[in-house]
């Protein structure tokens, strides 16, 4: 199923069980061991995009669960994907954010990394706890831009909708015109605005 940029990060209710590749199992998320928990921001907490990347390698099952973190928010990663939308990413904030949280064996972690050479995986800190049913969950890690994350006056931009961000980049950096979808999955352009975040200073560290 294609999946139109404009809807990204493609949401829906957090949910624990398992994604296999006939669906999703809602209950117990099942044996964990020897598995890596991943906590995702953005379209990696979608079971379409999580079956569009793994495939055939759902077919042992991918736990999935409901999780707190705590002193983690989301934002926008300071560069443009190849279909032309500003993906999300995590940064420092704070509060409590309700996220989904994946255990990956090994080949399914490795084929996710590949999917993702604008980001590196890191461990969340230890003033950002996860918590799955209440418990705290050891070795929880996520995906942090490479990029930096936008935002401005020191403050990160929280997560908008693809509307509300594109319309923030156009505000922001008008000699590049108006910025949509269908212009941005354009590689120049891409890299114009990437390096113009980058000059007018609307790039900020994850704080991760």
Request: charged fraction near 20%; charge should be negative.
């Amino acid at each position: 199923m294609e999946l139109h940029p404009s809807g990204y990060p493609w949401s829906e209710p957090v949910r624990t069980g398992l994604l296999g590749d006939r669906g999703f199992d809602q209950g117990s998320p099942g044996d964990l061991d020897g598995r890596v928990p991943v906590v995702a921001v953005g379209s990696n907490a979608s079971p379409v995009v999580l079956a569009g990347k793994l495939a055939r390698l759902l077919g042992p099952g991918l736990p999935v669960a409901a999780a707190e973190v705590h002193g983690l928010a989301v934002g926008h990663s300071a560069h443009i994907s190849a279909r032309g939308y500003v993906a999300a990413a995590p940064v420092q904030g704070d509060g409590v954010r309700s996220l989904t949280v994946c255990w990956f064996d090994e080949a399914q972690l490795a084929t996710l990394d590949a999917t993702e050479p604008n980001y590196r995986r890191v461990q969340l800190p230890g003033s950002m706890p996860c918590l799955v049913a209440g418990a705290p969950l050891t070795g929880a890690e996520v995906y942090e831009s490479v990029h930096g994350v936008l935002g401005e006056d020191g403050t990160p931009l929280e997560l908008l909708d693809q509307a509300g961000v594109l319309a923030w980049l156009t505000e922001r950096l008008p000699a590049l015109g108006g910025l949509d979808h269908d212009r941005l999955v354009d590689e120049d352009l891409r890299e114009q605005v990437r390096r113009a975040l980058l000059e007018a200073e609307l790039v900020l560290p994850s704080g991760l």
